[in-house]
């Protein structure tokens, strides 16, 4: 079994059609990640971590079309896929790098969002990722992030991955997409409970957690820096 980045790099150009074909009310996850902030939040530089193909880096963009947005992710191919999409967009800088080993800047960002990657990586590392986001970003800073989650219980996650796999299947996933998905996870994920991520976020520093919405095991999550 191949690791996450060659994972990513052999999905690149099918990954935008799989993933839309994968989880259920992916338009309306990625939506929601931008109801709460406010009118007046104007972002000066935004991090979009595992950026894939850039699919939450275009909503960023419809948001805020003047910010300086940098789109990091791990695999080379992919990041290709995306800097090919955005390729008449000057505002994008393109980033390869491991969200678990990289530092980032310190005081640099005002808003580091997130959609369906955090959970590649195991739950010290997400800690290490909270701090390291914590210090990359300006006081009043936000962090928002969707992902996969886990129940806090095995009946809870089960039913919760019964009804991702209908779901799947009646937006257009065959039996073979569901295969090459649950290989993947089987081999690479690192689903934790929502308690966990609230209660990490704080460990990290964040002053203000919350979770703004959840269905099934897709979750948003909010932490602001004082
Ligand atoms: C399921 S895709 C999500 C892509 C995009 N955010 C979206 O919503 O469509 C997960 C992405 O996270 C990236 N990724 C996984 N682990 C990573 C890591 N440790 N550092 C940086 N990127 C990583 C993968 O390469 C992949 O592009």
């Given at each position: 079994?191949?690791?996450?980045?060659?994972?990513?790099?052999?999905?690149?150009?099918?990954?935008?059609?799989?993933?839309?074909?994968?989880?259920?009310?992916?338009?309306?996850?990625?939506?929601?990640?931008f109801?709460?902030?406010n009118?007046?939040?104007?972002?000066?530089?935004?991090?979009?971590?595992?950026?894939g193909?850039?699919?939450?880096?275009?909503?960023?963009?419809?948001?805020?079309?003047d910010?300086?947005?940098?789109?990091?992710?791990?695999?080379?191919?992919?990041?290709?896929?995306?800097?090919?999409?955005?390729?008449?967009?000057?505002?994008?800088?393109?980033?390869?790098?491991?969200?678990?080993?990289?530092?980032?800047?310190?005081?640099?960002?005002?808003?580091?969002?997130?959609?369906?990657?955090?959970?590649?990586?195991?739950?010290?590392?997400?800690?290490?990722?909270?701090?390291?986001?914590?210090?990359?970003?300006?006081?009043?800073?936000?962090?928002?992030?969707?992902?996969?989650?886990?129940?806090?219980?095995?009946?809870?996650?089960?039913?919760?991955?019964?009804?991702?796999?209908?779901?799947?299947?009646?937006?257009?996933s065959?039996?073979?997409?569901?295969?090459?998905?649950?290989?993947?996870?089987?081999?690479?994920?690192?689903?934790s409970?929502?308690?966990?991520?609230?209660?990490?976020?704080?460990?990290?520093?964040?002053?203000?957690?919350?979770?703004?919405?959840?269905?099934l095991?897709?979750?948003?999550?909010?932490?602001?820096?004082?």
């Amino acid at each position: 079994m191949e690791n996450v980045e060659e994972f990513y790099d052999q999905l690149s150009s099918s990954y935008s059609d799989l993933i839309r074909k994968c989880v259920p009310r992916y338009d309306e996850l990625l939506n929601n990640m931008f109801l709460y902030l406010n009118a007046d939040f104007k972002p000066l530089r935004i991090l979009d971590l595992g950026c894939g193909t850039g699919n939450l880096t275009q909503k960023i963009i419809e948001h805020f079309p003047d910010t300086q947005i940098d789109a990091l992710d791990l695999s080379e191919d992919i990041l290709e896929e995306c800097k090919k999409r955005f390729a008449n967009k000057s505002n994008i800088n393109y980033i390869q790098a491991d969200f678990k080993t990289m530092h980032l800047p310190a005081a640099e960002y005002d808003l580091v969002m997130s959609s369906i990657a955090i959970h590649h990586v195991e739950d010290p590392f997400k800690l290490e990722l909270y701090k390291n986001v914590y210090q990359s970003l300006k006081k009043g800073g936000i962090f928002i992030f969707a992902d996969q989650t886990r129940g806090i219980t095995d009946d809870i996650y089960f039913k919760n991955i019964d009804c991702w796999k209908e779901g799947a299947f009646k937006l257009g996933s065959t039996e073979e997409n569901w295969k090459m998905w649950m290989e993947h996870q089987d081999a690479h994920d690192h689903h934790s409970p929502i308690g966990w991520h609230l209660d990490n976020l704080k460990n990290a520093g964040f002053e203000e957690v919350d979770l703004l919405s959840k269905y099934l095991m897709w979750a948003i999550c909010w932490a602001k820096k004082h």
